[in-house]
Nanobody, 120 residues
Framework: VQLQASGGGLVQAGGSLRLACAAS????????MGWFRQAPGKEREFVAVISWSGTSTYYGASVKGRSTLSRDDAKNTVFLQMNSLKPEDTAVYYC??????????????WGQGTEVTVSS
């Protein structure tokens, strides 16, 4: 499975972005899809995950209440809508395919990352 993340960019604090992650294979629907982020000098952090069925979503504490993760299996794509962005959301965001977990080791496939910069 190859993953292509997109949608990052520069946004002012309080703004919104929608990140997308497109998968190359039709087996996409067999995988939970997660997002992680990594800011400069910091460890990779769990952002959100949606189960393979799409019936369950889990969010990291730092984005909970401000983000919504959804998937469109017909398009082999997941979408991460992020609202009320803060400067501390600045990071490279990575999508990954694996099992439903906040642990990065549970994901077998990773996208290349898309950079999000939130200005104050």
């Amino acid at each position: 499975v190859q993953l292509q993340a997109s949608g990052g960019g520069l946004v002012q604090a309080g703004g919104s972005l929608r990140l997308a992650c497109a998968a190359s294979k039709r087996t996409f629907s067999n995988y939970a899809m997660g997002w992680f982020r990594q800011a400069p000098g910091k460890e990779r952090e769990f952002v959100a995950v949606i189960s393979w069925s799409g019936t369950s979503t889990y969010y990291g504490a730092s984005v909970k209440g401000r983000s919504t993760l959804s998937r469109d299996d017909a398009k082999n794509t997941v979408f991460l809508q992020m609202n009320s962005l803060k400067p501390e959301d600045t990071a490279v965001y990575y999508c990954a395919a694996g099992i439903t977990s906040p642990q990065s080791a549970m994901y077998d496939y990773w996208g290349q990352g898309t950079e999000v910069t939130v200005s104050s």
